[in-house]
């Protein structure tokens, strides 16, 4: 299993470039079953996620051909419109080809997600939001099974809360369903107004992608397309805050800076410098400990609970107490206990921590238990006195394109160790 080896303690200087989004380019590329002709992809970030959902649309019948990032997708015929459980237990994202199988070829078999990490997960929203567009729903032995075989017709859904792939996949059904669908209490992420973008270049009709009413009329037939993926957000995030807490002096390019907007916010009331002057790009100055702010995670617009571990970290060695709320999962907090192993002075209490900052960590051996949990423990690393070992960052692989040497470009002293032994197991561990 790789491990991270990182040395604490050196501020980072220079020019970290941010990748394409991961969580766009998964339901972007389960949008490509949508349609019988090629859709071409840029900026397609290479990590363990991305590949776990293109072998899920190999598995359906589609042809992908990949040279770097740029992706094309053939899903000439779908013949065998499921997704396993051996897939799906790995990546919950998975059961973002549910709605475009069914809308392409009447008919879905998707094993259902257990829980994860970082909380239940369950999928229901997906489901109810289907049957509505007039698919019949079974669950039986681990899997859902959708019927639609005279098609999806248009509906009017209202989801009982907010949720980022629940309304992408009812989107993507709802461009080939019979006449007018309106979702309302729509996710508003950047990466649902991305999928929509794309799903408008293939030729379906959508109005409102972006805010909390989507309006979509039902097309016959989709064509392919071409689409770059936008910037990814939470590594934009990561890298920012990487920058401040290792009191350093970074430019974090290729970035949108508006989708960042809740977190320069927040740094700044605690004292890093934000500056925008150059175009997409963000520059991040913090040459001292931080003050105590809290947060609370939100919804998009409001601060994403995946920067919620990243920023507790450099709350740790912050001058003063922040509470930081979690509000969108339910347990979302499995980084404080190897935090508390590095130093850091934290209370869970409920949804709430209470983050006491020190004056400084000191590096420990720790363990990744998800993919954001891992990336804060990285971050307190950079500014951990000594060594720190990171376990598991199989977890960070999944969405994070080459974090170590991005981090080493620009001074932080991280290696990743292969421990042969236990590089078999490496697939086993739990997912996000
Ligand atoms: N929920 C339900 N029923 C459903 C769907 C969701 O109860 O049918 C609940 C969830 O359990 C959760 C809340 O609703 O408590 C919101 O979940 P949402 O559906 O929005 O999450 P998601 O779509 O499964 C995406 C991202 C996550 C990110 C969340 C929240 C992708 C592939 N994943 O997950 O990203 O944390 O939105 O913004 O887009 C990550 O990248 O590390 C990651 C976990």
Redesign the pocket.
Known sequence: MDKFKIQGGTPLSGELPVSGS??AA?PVLAACLLTDEPVILHRIPQVKDIGTMQSLLEYAGAKVTQDGGNVTVHAKTLDRPEAPYEVVKTM??SSLVLGPLVARTGRARVSMPGGCA?????????VSALEHLGATIEQSHGYVEAQAPSGLRGGSIHFD??????TEDLLMAAVLAKGQTIIRNA?R?P?VKDVADLLIKMGAKIEGAGTSIIKVQGVEKLHGAEHTIIADR?EAGTFLLAGALSQGDVLVTNLVPEHVGSLIMKMEQAGAELDDSQPGALRVRCLRRPKAVDITTEEYPGF???LQAQYMSWMTVAQGISFITET??ENRFMHTQELARMGANIRIEGRQAIVAGEDTLSGAQVIASD??ASASLVLAALVAKGETIVDRVYHIDR?YEKIEEKLAAVGARIQRVQDAATSQTQQAGGE?
């Open positions: 991961k969580n998964l919950r994202a970082i909380g239940a997960r369950p999928i229901n929203m997906h809360r907010i949720t980022v792939t629940g996710a992420e990466e939470i994403p609970t995946d969108i999962f993919l954001r969405g996000e």
